[in-house]
């Protein structure tokens, strides 16, 4: 039977981006608000251009290093799991992406997660959409909403912040998030989990070989693949890279699609990552992971670690053998666990609030 008192949002967010983190963030959100009892969908909005810059990307991870023509036909695989994947999704009918006046009329429209605000994003960068710019609903909040590599220290212009302000509440998943924000609008917004941590997905361990560590992302640092590699080759593990070429891994598996990757990260026996999303599915899965730093995602790993009690699992490159061991060679802290759960109270207060 349904609830009365279902609400009829869709969800604006990076949903097709060809990108795990991207694409279980999406995912994750809507099945936590279809389990409220909500109609929830994503907003299926279209431009060729973003399409075709995320297939090439896609193609071509690693620019300016080119892929060769062999990784090219695997990574070409993933791409056509993750556009099955896509279908598999509940959307609305499709719509321009500078066009919100053509999208279905919604009583809510969520914005959020990933990196929706990031001005400095490549390709959305600056879409006003993202901001609430003529969205047909009748209200319009954020959820784990993030600036990215937009570091607050650049403030906002008044315009984008005038946007802001149309917005009935407001969530980021980060501190560099909540402080443009703040300086921004004038009013303190709340600091919610991102929805891979808040509504974790459930997927069975890739139970595949020996026991391994899952290598996630690309353009790690030199010196962070040789002091991985030289621990784990002491402890008796072999490196399987996913998603991405990394040469200093002893297998690849470029091909996978998101529900692989899921069964992936719950089956390794640590992760090591210089992306966000990998933190996160080492933390749903109680992994131990070193997380490297990345000029383009700093922000987001530095804040998420933080948030949740987890900074000794940030490497640098002066960090000791001593620092990788603690990281990669122990169960995660307690104290890590018990802030995700009170974490994941709070941002359920939040949307108690927000949704009622």
Not at 46 to 62: H, I, M, N, S
Not at 256 to 278: D, L, R
Not at 283 to 311: C, E, M, Q
Request: proline share 5%; net charge neutral.
């Amino acid at each position: 039977m349904a609830r009365s008192d279902a609400r009829r949002i869709g969800v604006l967010t990076f949903h097709r981006c060809i990108n795990y983190g991207s694409y279980w963030q999406a995912r994750c959100l809507i099945d936590g608000l279809r389990s409220r009892g909500h109609k929830a969908v994503l907003l299926e909005h279209d431009a060729p251009e973003v399409t075709w810059a995320e297939w090439r990307t896609a193609l071509q991870p690693l620019l300016p290093e080119r892929s060769s023509r062999a990784d090219r036909r695997l990574y070409a695989i993933k791409i056509r799991k993750f556009l099955d994947a896509f279908e598999e999704l509940p959307r609305s009918r499709c719509f321009p992406l500078d066009d919100p006046r053509a999208m279905e009329p919604q009583e809510m429209v969520v914005v959020g997660s990933d990196e929706v605000w990031n001005l400095s994003h490549p390709w959305y960068g600056g879409r006003t959409i993202f901001f609430g710019e003529a969205l047909r609903a009748d209200e319009i909040i954020s959820y784990a909403a993030s600036f990215g590599n937009y570091d607050a220290s650049a403030g906002l212009d008044s315009c984008w912040a005038e946007h802001l302000r149309n917005f009935s509440a407001v969530s980021v998943r980060d501190e560099n998030s909540r402080i443009l924000v703040r300086e921004a609008v004038g009013r303190e917004p709340m600091l919610v989990l991102d929805p891979v941590l808040q509504f974790p997905p459930r997927a069975a361990a890739w139970r595949e070989g020996e026991p391994y560590v899952g290598v996630y992302g690309h353009s790690l640092p030199a010196w962070f693949g040789d002091r991985v590699r030289g621990w784990a080759r002491a402890q008796g593990y072999r490196l399987v890279s996913i998603g991405y070429r990394n040469d200093w891994a002893d297998e690849q598996r470029l091909t996978a699609g998101p529900a692989e990757f899921a069964e992936f990260m719950a089956g390794a026996a640590a992760v090591v990552t210089n992306f966000f999303h990998g933190c996160v599915f080492a933390l749903i899965n109680a992994k131990p992971f070193a997380a490297a730093p990345s000029a383009y995602r700093f922000n987001k790993i530095r804040d998420l670690t933080a948030l949740v009690g987890a900074k000794a699992h940030l490497i640098r490159e002066e960090s000791s053998h001593t620092a990788y061991e603690r990281a990669l060679g122990r169960p995660l802290e307690a104290g890590i666990g018990e802030q995700i759960v009170a974490l994941r109270q709070a941002s359920d207060h939040f949307l108690d609030r927000v949704l009622a």
